[in-house]
């Protein structure tokens, strides 16, 4: 499957915006999907996972309560709504697939992956 995420861009401390992979290939509903980001001088980290059918989301401690992870399989396309966004959310997301198997926050674990989108937060 290939993955292909968008939507980053500047926003201010406190906005929101939405980002979204678009995949295209293999069967997208048989894929868990997960986000991670990347800021400068750092390590990628888990964001949030969902489920292939929607049925099971996880979210990193940093990000619970102001993101929302979901999926519209028939149109192939993941999203992440952020909301009350801070300037430490500033990083390169990127988005991931692993066949089958739960969701999970291990880089390791997920097969696919996209190129990011950048997501820059001022204050």
């Known amino acids: 499957v290939q993955l292909q995420a968008f939507g980053g861009g500047l926003v201010q401390a406190g906005g929101s915006l939405r980002v979204s992979c678009v995949a295209s290939?293999?069967?997208?509903?048989?894929?868990?999907l997960g986000w991670f980001r990347q800021a400068l001088g750092k390590e990628r980290e888990f964001v949030a996972a969902?489920?292939?059918?929607?049925?099971?989301?996880s979210y990193s401690d940093s990000v619970k309560g102001r993101f929302t992870i979901s999926r519209d399989n028939p149109k192939n396309t993941m999203y992440l709504q952020m909301n009350s966004l801070k300037p430490e959310d500033t990083a390169v997301y990127y988005c991931?697939?692993?066949?089958?198997?739960?969701?999970?926050?291990?880089?390791?674990?997920?097969?696919?992956w996209g190129q990011g989108t950048l997501v820059t937060v001022s204050s």
């Open positions: 991931a697939a692993r066949l089958n198997g739960r969701v999970s926050p291990y880089i390791g674990g997920y097969d696919y």
């Open positions: 969902i489920s292939w059918n929607g049925g099971s989301t």
């Open positions: 290939g293999r069967t997208f509903r048989n894929y868990v």
